[in-house]
């Protein structure tokens, strides 16, 4: 080992886990055109410079789904780190109960309301799919 640091390519997603009052999570399909199309994935999208993943989330719920939520309605419950081929993917996930709004797809995007213990039935991105076990054990 040199101790020297090791680049990597380092993206920073922020995700939600809307539940409504059945207990239902949000997932939404990557539209065709996309990176990973057709697979599902919670809803969120790339912390841009000067954001905080929350600000970050707050921002792609209302561009992709069109609701609105604050800081404090965001309760943060595990993460990813997972390497891609390209990049290696840091993923926070917080839980959202209660947001302004009706989630519309803006993006293309295919939309389902599902119980936490049905979401390995959907094909998922591998850093989504390790977030399904602490999602169920809250739900």
Not at 13 to 37: F, T, Y
Not at 69 to 84: D, G
Not at 94 to 100: D, G, T, Y
Request: with cysteine; charged share 25%; hydrophobic share 45%.
């Amino acid at each position: 080992m040199t101790g020297r640091p090791i680049l990597i390519n380092l993206m920073l997603v922020s995700a939600a886990a809307l539940i409504d009052v059945d207990d239902r999570v949000l997932i939404q399909q990557r539209p065709e055109g996309k990176p990973m199309a057709g697979l599902w994935e919670f809803p969120g999208g790339k912390v841009a410079a000067g954001e905080t993943p929350e600000v970050a989330l707050i921002r792609e719920l209302e561009e992709e789904l069109g609701i609105e939520t604050e800081t404090s309605c965001l309760a943060p419950l595990t993460f990813a780190s997972h390497q891609y081929d390209e990049f290696h993917l840091l993923m926070p996930l917080f839980v959202c109960r209660v947001w302004q709004g009706i989630a519309q797809p803006r993006e293309g995007q295919k939309l389902a309301w599902v119980r936490p213990k049905d979401l390995r039935a959907y094909p998922m991105p591998e850093a989504d799919i390790g977030l399904i076990p602490p999602l169920r054990d809250l739900v």
